[in-house]
């Protein structure tokens, strides 16, 4: 069984940084394309940024470009979402996903709906 557990949000001013984490049991995130969406009640789900297996393609969307950095660390099983330069507009749950394949096709969540999601992890940024 496969389970994605995110881990690092918070509460941070403007400006801040946060790391999160998205920790996988029951496979092995490297031979899997990886996404962190974001989710503000009443708005759709956004891609923020993804990685193809073995990082070869990375994803960001324009909005966090420049201040978040995807990557992998393939001995603790564990895909990381490094966010500086916080905004309030980046308020939202934040959830991994694991794609169902090997292949990378995009950053939008029909892109991950078949594969594994995490439950989600509450970051908040104040003003």
């Known amino acids: 069984q496969v389970q994605l557990v995110e881990s690092g949000g918070g509460l941070v001013q403007s400006g801040g940084s946060l790391r999160l984490s998205c920790a996988a049991s029951g496979r092995n995130l490297d031979y899997y394309p990886i996404g962190w969406f974001r989710q503000v009640p009443g708005k759709e789900r956004e891609g923020v940024s993804c990685i193809g297996s073995y990082g070869d393609i990375t994803y960001y969307a324009d909005s966090v470009k420049g201040r978040f950095t995807i990557s992998r660390d393939s001995a603790k099983n564990t895909v990381f979402l490094q966010m500086n330069d916080l905004k309030p507009e980046d308020t939202a749950v934040y959830y991994c996903?694991?794609?169902?394949?090997?292949?990378?096709?995009?950053?939008?969540?029909?892109?991950?709906?078949?594969?594994?999601w995490g439950q989600g992890t509450q970051v908040t940024v104040s003003s």
């Open positions: 996903a694991a794609g169902p394949t090997r292949v990378y096709f995009g950053c939008l969540g029909g892109d991950f709906k078949d594969g594994y």
